[in-house]
């Protein structure tokens, strides 16, 4: 949960070195000066304790120290019987005998004021404050001892809770209070037991043999000195969230009368007594695991961890993953406190995996998490894509993105119908498949999906495609335009054809190789290459790859004779004109050569009946007369265009 007094998070960095293996404090000293110091008490950055220096005897004053700049400072050193002091923010609170009968007095940090808590009521032990509330171990009513409490606020004493055995050296933090408890056998020890304000719930917190004693809490944590089985006591420590018992400090020596602060604890300290008493030292603890680890695969390659963060001081947290079967790979870390819940992306399809998850402050790892797993489903295809090839055929091509998968699932189904069975493709790492049975003119969907035995991706994205209906043109008709150009137009009730192919052939010929005209929804074309005087059938087709539809009506046409060109008259006497030109025909039968005056109108043709001719006399002209001619080649009635008009005119007679 990360909630860091003043200073800690500091010293925490620098000396939290325990590992996860053997959670045990990282220690240092606090105050190692001349005679005793105990009863330790710690919040956040200070430090307090009763302290014998000046005097002959223990309990005489109480001192303070900053964890953050290592500074000591007094606190109530006048006057005798100051002892086992406590602190809760500002608020320092401590036994005091100084009316002769055993009182709580307080002292405000802040302010330097100090103010009575409890008085008159003979005796009162083992204060301890936490926030508003002071509660102390409270003998007015003789034994057995009685927890009480006091509201700072308020200004109010109340009872804690009843007792009919021995309770003793209360603490408190936040809602929990811990006690020693003598229950069980009061000649044989004392237990640990804890209380919940906030549910009115009791629960054990170490019922070991021999004596535990003297406990505190900070948050989940909760520590102790305990006799078990050795003549010097050790502080053992426990974790209220994981039901996990610790070893804090344990050595040949008297470690007693513990406090605690987030991820530190104090100590009463005895290992340097046989030359300057009992000192004052400190331990960095692990921070609580996380629990209720839950893993979920989101994706073939994602998995979404979540937690609960039940550390108080923690830094951030590492996230360890691995493979079933496999290793555990480096821990992903992640600085930042009271987080609960991280995404891992870059899992492997269809892989079981397995997590767990470890607060951490500087060098020091809290235990693990509870091991969630969570199985990642195969990846699925991406980028399928379907073709029409042909009116029956659709091909299909999509990325594989799995791994491991046997082979593939391909899905189809028809606009506005239901999906069909599923062909299965027994062929791992594959990427095509070609639909060979569709039907013309329809638009279908599909899907592709990996397998694995029973298991199975989700679908690939969904591609579509519309097979052609390659139905024949109709109404073809075709027009001779010109002596060298047929005009085809015709109706086109395919769909989804790629374009069209025209097929050309002579009268007695066979038929050309077609003309490919790459153009959907085309209804016209124009044969511009056709020979003069030719009858030419026609058809035309839809097509679509490969594929083309039957053939439309037949159409036919006759191109009329290539007309002739270069035209040329020459008057050669005042009543003769010769003509000569380029005959460009093939197959006619002759020519018709056409003549006018200036401004009158054309005569009846002279017609010629000899193929080939390219030249001819007109005699009978009359002198100083201006001519116009024109040349036409003919077969039967069909006649060319004209030939450019020629002009020459007659000179006078002598």
Known sequence: MGKLGLGVGLLLSVLCLVTVSA??????????????????????????????????????????????????????????????????????????????????????LSTGEEFPVCTGVYRAHHPAVSGDTVVWQDCRDYYPPTIYGYSLSAGEEFPVRPASWAECAPDISGNTVVWSDARDDPTSGTDIYGYDLSTDQEFPICTAPDNQSQPAVSGNLAVWYDCRGTSYPDIYGYDLSTGQEFPVSTDLSCRVYPA????????????????????????????????????????????????????????????????????????????????????????????????????????????????????????????????????????????????????FKVYRKKSGGA????????????????????????????????????????????ASATTPNLLA?????????????????????????????????????????????????????????????????????????????????????????????????????????????VDNATGEQGFKVYRKKLGGSWESPITLPTPNLNHYEYAGCEATITYYFAVRSYYGSTTSPNSNLATATTPACP
């Open 260 to 407: 605690i602060s987030g991820g530190i604890a104090v100590w009463q300290d005895g290992r340097n007594s046989g030359s300057t008493g009992f000192d004052i030292y400190g331990g960095l603890l692990p921070p609580s695991p996380p629990s209720g680890l839950v893993a979920t695969a989101v994706s073939a390659t994602q998995v979404n961890l979540t937690w609960t963060d039940n550390s108080d001081f923690e830094e951030g947290f590492k996230v360890y993953r691995k493979k079933a079967g496999g290793s555990w790979e480096t821990p992903v870390t992640l600085p930042t406190p009271d987080l609960n819940h991280y995404e891992f992306t870059n899992c492997q399809d269809y892989s079981t995996y397995y997590f767990a998850v470890r607060a951490y402050c500087g060098s020091t790892d809290s235990a693990n998490s509870n091991l969630a797993t969570a199985t990642t489903p195969l990846a699925a295809p991406t980028s399928l894509s379907a073709t029409a090839a042909s009116p029956t055929r659709v091909n299909l091509t999509w990325t594989d993105n799995s791994t491991g998968e046997q082979g």
């Open 419 to 462: 999906w069909e069975a599923p062909v299965t493709l027994p062929t791992p790492d594959l990427t095509h498949y070609e639909f060979t049975n569709c039907l013309p003119g329809t638009t279908y969907y599909f899907a592709v999906r990996a397998y694995c035995g029973s298991a199975t991706s989700s679908n690939s994205n969904l």
């Open 473 to 581: 043109p109709s109404n073809l008709t075709a027009a001779a335009v010109a002596w060298n150009r047929v005009n085809l137009t015709w109706v086109d009730h395919a769909t989804g054809e790629q374009g069209f192919k025209v097929y050309r052939k002579k009268l007695g010929g066979s038929w050309e190789a077609p003309i490919t005209l790459p153009t959907p929804n085309l209804t016209h074309y124009e044969y511009g290459s056709c020979q003069d005087n030719t009858t030419y059938y026609f058809a035309v087709r839809a097509y679509y790859g490969a594929t083309t539809s039957p053939n439309s009506n037949l159409a036919t046409a006759t191109t009329p004779p290539a007309p002739p060109s270069n035209l040329v008259a020459t008057a050669v006497s005042c009543n003769q004109i010769n003509l000569t030109w």
């Open 23 to 108: 959670p045990a404090a990282a220690e240092f000293p606090i105050c190692t000066a001349p005679e005793d110091q105990s009863l330790p008490a710690i919040w956040g950055d200070v430090v307090v304790w009763e302290d014998c220096r000046n005097t002959p005897y223990q309990g005489a004053g109480i001192y303070g120290y900053h964890l953050s700049t290592h500074q000591e400072f007094p606190i109530c050193t006048e006057g005798s019987g100051h002892c086992h002091a406590d602190v809760s923010g500002n608020i320092v609170v401590w036994k005091d005998w100084r009316s002769g009968e055993l009182d709580i007095y307080g002292y405000d």
